[in-house]
């Protein structure tokens, strides 16, 4: 209790290089935070964005689908058997059919994934109630990257290309009904929806699928579908994540090293500026590790007034932000983002942030303070 007193008056008494040395920290902590909020909130909209819109809670695949080879979708579908159906049935399970197709916006050729999804399906947030229209049968929904890549807008006729299973090629005009804003690009880039049964009759098929999204929580094994759970297909977007959460991490070791460099110089200054009140510490009937906490008390202090200071300033504007957004103009980018991400602020972050900054300031507080351990008291009361 003696040493946090003295530590306590020491750093009072040190006035303005306490405070700067405290501003400096506080700053390093209050980036620390927000940077690692910022980054969990992110984790957060898109795994939810994802599996809002495209996964739910897992898929199961025709063995000989790939998601990312075309040329595996000539063959990739099955007919639903009987039990599997009984499960579709429930609403629990969604069957998408998912072939090439080219369209041909305003004279120009694209290709696209056209994608057959039952438009009464509740699992994802697709507007497949859209694909509902008895004036006209023919109708499709589009994303705003696809709109935009292609030039399209509601209400639009587009001729869509494609090969049943025969291999013939058939063409037909749909009518863009709906334009959806979906922050997942794989839901929205290159997709084109159209209702399953139509995509059936289209493609001379009775009842088949690529694949099927589940919202079951606990996923029963069918047979002849391999199943894809919500982690596995969220690997991509969790090693993109990972990957800035490290280049982030180099950052705030480099601000937390410019902060711990001042409290670090302010110790071996201190130390060596201090050496008449370090003899009479040690005349008085301190032991040298008790000299020594003293110093590294002060360093401690540095980190705890440098968490109260980053307090007062950072809880209003992590209010703020949190608030507005942090906007990513992330339309064009190409990855899972939303427009505006909005920082996740965990008990678990604010504890870990404070417990780095407050080992971190202790130990370089430490390292200078042990040469008090071999200074001689008489030498120390005479200044040398």
């Known amino acids: 209790m003696l040493a946090f007193n003295l530590a306590y008056k020491n750093l009072l008494g040190a006035g303005l290089r306490?405070?700067?040395?405290?501003?400096?920290?506080?700053?390093?902590?209050?980036?620390?935070?927000?940077?690692?909020?910022?980054?969990?909130?992110?984790?957060?909209?898109?795994?939810?964005?994802?599996?809002?819109?495209?996964?739910?809670?897992?898929?199961?695949?025709?063995?000989?689908?790939?998601?990312?080879?075309?040329?595996?979708?000539?063959?990739?579908?099955?007919?639903?058997?009987?039990?599997?159906?009984?499960?579709?049935?429930?609403?629990?399970?969604?069957?998408?059919l998912i072939q090439q197709a080219t369209i041909y916006p305003q004279g120009r050729m694209q290709s696209v994934l056209l994608r057959g999804i039952p438009k009464e399906q509740e699992v994802l947030k697709l507007p497949?109630?859209?694909?509902?229209?008895?004036?006209?049968?023919?109708?499709?929904?589009?994303?705003?990257?696809?709109?935009?890549?292609?030039?399209?807008?509601?209400?639009?006729?587009?001729?869509?290309?494609?090969?049943?299973?025969?291999?013939?090629?058939?063409?037909?005009?749909?009518?863009?009904?709906?334009?959806?804003?979906?922050?997942?690009?794989?839901?929205?880039?290159?997709?084109?929806?159209?209702?399953?049964?139509?995509?059936?009759?289209?493609?001379?098929?009775?009842?088949?699928?690529?694949?099927?999204?589940?919202?079951?929580?606990?996923?029963?094994?069918?047979?002849?579908?391999?199943?894809?759970?919500?982690?596995?297909?969220?690997?991509?977007?969790?090693?993109?994540?990972?990957?800035?959460?490290?280049?982030?991490?180099?950052?705030?070791?480099?601000?937390?090293?410019?902060?711990?460099?001042?409290?670090?110089?302010?110790?071996?200054?201190?130390i060596f500026r201090r050496k008449k009140e370090i003899g009479t510490y040690i005349a008085l009937g301190l032991t040298r590790q008790q000299v020594v906490g003293i110093f590294t008390i002060e360093g401690a202090m540095h980190s705890l007034l440098a968490a109260l200071l980053g307090a007062i300033y950072g809880i209003p504007f992590f209010i703020w932000v949190n608030s507005i957004g942090i906007n990513f103009g992330s339309a064009d980018m190409g990855i899972t983002i939303a427009e505006k991400v909005y920082p996740y602020y965990s008990l678990r972050l604010v504890v870990l942030s404070v417990i780095v900054v407050l080992v971190s300031s202790t130990i370089v507080s430490y390292i200078p303070a042990r040469k008090i351990a071999y200074l001689k008291p008489t030498d120390a009361l005479k200044g040398k």
């Not at 939810?48 to 990739?76: C, F, M, R």
């Not at 599997?84 to 609403?91: A, C, E, L, M, Y």
């Not at 696809?146 to 209400?155: N, V």
């Not at 950052?251 to 711990?260: D, P, R, S």
Request: net charge negative.
């Open 128 to 270: 497949t109630d859209c694909l509902l229209s008895p004036n006209k049968p023919n109708v499709a929904i589009i994303g705003k990257r696809m709109a935009k890549a292609a030039k399209l807008q509601k209400g639009d006729a587009v001729l869509l290309r494609w090969r049943d299973k025969n291999g013939t090629f058939d063409a037909r005009q749909f009518t863009i009904a709906a334009v959806f804003n979906c922050d997942v690009a794989e839901a929205d880039q290159g997709q084109f929806y159209v209702d399953y049964q139509l995509m059936q009759e289209m493609m001379g098929f009775t009842n088949e699928a690529t694949l099927l999204v589940s919202k079951l929580e606990q996923n029963p094994t069918i047979d002849h579908w391999t199943f894809q759970s919500a982690d596995r297909l969220l690997k991509e977007l969790d090693d993109l994540i990972n990957s800035e959460r490290i280049s982030g991490m180099i950052i705030q070791m480099i601000l937390l090293m410019i902060a711990l460099l001042a409290i670090f110089d302010t110790q071996v200054l201190s």
């Open 18 to 96: 306490t405070w700067l040395n405290v501003s400096v920290l506080s700053l390093a902590f209050v980036l620390i935070v927000f940077y690692n909020a910022m980054i969990d909130g992110w984790n957060r909209q898109s795994r939810d964005d994802t599996q809002d819109w495209e996964i739910a809670q897992g898929q199961y695949w025709h063995p000989d689908y790939e998601k990312y080879d075309v040329y595996s979708l000539n063959d990739a579908h099955q007919q639903l058997s009987e039990q599997t159906q009984q499960i579709v049935d429930k609403g629990v399970l969604v069957p998408e």
